[in-house]
């Protein structure tokens, strides 16, 4: 089974609209980590927003917040005020293990969404 | 603050010949890992350190893939040789396992190599 599941291969959204992309992954360690990236058409990898999994509040970055629903398994990407720059590949990543020496541990990778913002 | 940084950003190789990624990580970053992206297989963990040690390199395709990490500051991925199938995006990256923050992976630029 794919650990981490992203269904929308494509996503179109009208500028300044907000677009949701989602995000459903599964484990069976309490402790794990949510993330996402973003990959423009220029290929580097930027980090975007980060979720732990006992986090109570849900993650938020800017125009960037991810809605958290545990029960669900489910981590999506809530970009609002979407901007023609948004237009992008987006990647949701888990890491499973402690929020402690988080960095010890490998992320698995979803396989994208493509989200297109129109003009 | 500078990111990590990879070199060189292209490289166009024949097939046999060897060649050498670089990767400089964010400083006092304690973990280092080596990606590979093609269209067709995603994002794929070839190799990760930690504190200058390999410690996973199961995702290495083969024995024509190798990576060092001599020093905190500096890893290298080589292929030796080269084959047309080698051709992808290789991002380097890294991270901070300290008690505070995501631990997220912080990429570098990658490389694009094409091998004909």
């Known amino acids: 089974a794919q650990k981490i599941t992203q269904t929308q291969p494509g996503m179109f959204v009208q500028e300044k609209e907000a677009v949701t992309l989602d995000c459903t992954y599964d484990?069976?360690?309490?402790?794990?980590?949510l993330f996402w990236y973003k990959q423009p058409s220029s290929g580097e990898m930027i980090f975007l927003i980060y979720?732990?999994?006992?986090?109570?509040q849900n993650a938020t970055e800017g125009r960037y917040s991810l809605n958290f629903q545990k029960a669900r398994k489910s981590a999506n990407l809530v970009i609002s005020a979407s901007q023609l720059g948004d237009s992008a590949m987006y990647f949701c990543a888990m890491r499973e293990g402690p929020g402690s020496g988080a960095g010890s541990y490998q992320l698995t990778f979803g396989k994208g969404t493509k989200l297109s913002v129109i003009p | 603050d500078a990111g990590v940084i990879q070199s060189p950003r292209h490289e166009v190789t024949e097939m046999g010949q060897e060649v050498t990624l670089r990767c400089k990580p964010i400083?006092?970053?304690?973990?280092l890992f080596w990606y590979r992206q093609t269209m067709m297989r995603g994002l794929e963990l070839l190799i990760y350190f930690n504190n200058n040690v390999p410690i996973d390199d199961s995702g290495m395709p083969e024995d024509r893939f190798s990576a060092k990490m001599p020093n905190a500051s500096f890893s290298t991925l080589k292929i030796q040789p080269s084959e047309p199938r080698d051709s992808a995006v290789y991002f380097c990256?890294?991270?901070?396992?300290?008690?505070?923050?995501?631990?997220?992976?912080?990429f570098g630029p990658g490389t694009r190599l094409l091998v004909l």
């Open positions: 400083s006092g970053h304690d973990y």
């Open positions: 979720q732990g999994s006992y986090d109570q």
């Open positions: 484990t069976s360690d309490p402790s794990y980590g």
């Open positions: 990256a890294s991270s901070f396992s300290g008690t505070s923050g995501s631990g997220a992976q912080y």
